[in-house]
T-cell receptor, first 110, second 112 residues
Framework: RKEVEQDPGPFNVPEGATVAFNCTYSNSASQSFFWYRQDCRKEPKLLMSVYSSGNEDGRFTAQLNRASQYISLLIRDSKLSDSATYLCVVTRQGRRALTFGSGTRLQVQP | DADVTQTPRNRITKTGKRIMLECSQTKGHDRMYWYRQDPGLGLRLIYYSFDVKDINKGEISDGYSVSRQAQAKFSLSLESAIPNQTALYFC???????????FGSGTRLTVV
């Protein structure tokens, strides 16, 4: 089983829609969680960190459920510019690098 | 200038050739990483370094070597390139144990 699993998509949604991605992680000792965004053929860029209490940044909301070992990303009022691949990233104490999911591709259509 | 600079941006090389990918950063971070990305497989860790005397293998280090020439420079070498090393390679830095990465723009390597 992969340490971090994501639905690869693609998720095709119309502009203005709300879309949610889930990501599951296998190691209960995981401590830090992030969502990255990657545009085609570009480098990943940090979208937001994910905290136990949940956090929001404009149209984006991230949630962490430690009991079920998943994190989620909610995008409200989707824009064409939100089209990208969203990478779920985790790490744990004693592990000196981040572990990336394979990504979920989002395509927002006019 | 970019915080993390990778060179070259694109490279086509022949099987058996030695090739070096370079990475430099201006963020003053001690932690540097090399990843490769393949379609459907996500980013996989090749090597990482926490300072010039600290080099560690990642999950897919076979066929690769690295050199940490200075805090700001971390290069990746393919001693004898093979076609299945065709991939997008990313260098990244990290400021501490809690933060995320800053990536370079990537090197697209094709081995023919």
């Amino acid at each position: 089983r992969k340490e971090v699993e994501q639905d690869p998509g693609p998720f095709n949604v119309p502009e203005g829609a709300t879309v949610a991605f889930n990501c599951t992680y296998s190691n209960s000792a995981s401590q830090s969680f992030f969502w990255y965004r990657q545009d085609c053929r570009k480098e990943p860029k940090l979208l937001m960190s994910v905290y136990s209490s949940g956090n929001e940044d404009g149209r984006f909301t991230a949630q962490l459920n430690r009991a079920s070992q998943y994190i989620s990303l909610l995008i409200r009022d989707s824009k064409l510019s939100d089209s990208a691949t969203y990478l779920c990233v985790v790490t744990r104490q004693g592990r000196r690098a981040l572990t990336f999911g394979s990504g979920t591709r989002l395509q927002v259509q006019p | 200038d970019a915080d993390v600079t990778q060179t070259p941006r694109n490279r086509i090389t022949k099987t058996g050739k030695r090739i070096m990918l370079e990475c430099s950063q201006t963020k003053g971070h001690d932690r540097m990483y090399w990843y490769r990305q393949d379609p459907g497989l996500g980013l996989r860790l090749i090597y990482y370094s926490f300072d010039v005397k600290d080099i560690n293998k990642g999950e897919i280090s076979d066929g690769y070597s690295v050199s940490r020439q200075a805090q700001a420079k971390f290069s990746l070498s393919l001693e004898s390139a093979i076609p299945n090393q065709t991939a997008l390679y990313f260098c990244a830095t990290r400021g501490g144990a809690e933060g995320g990465y800053t990536f370079g723009s990537g090197t697209r390597l094709t081995v023919v």
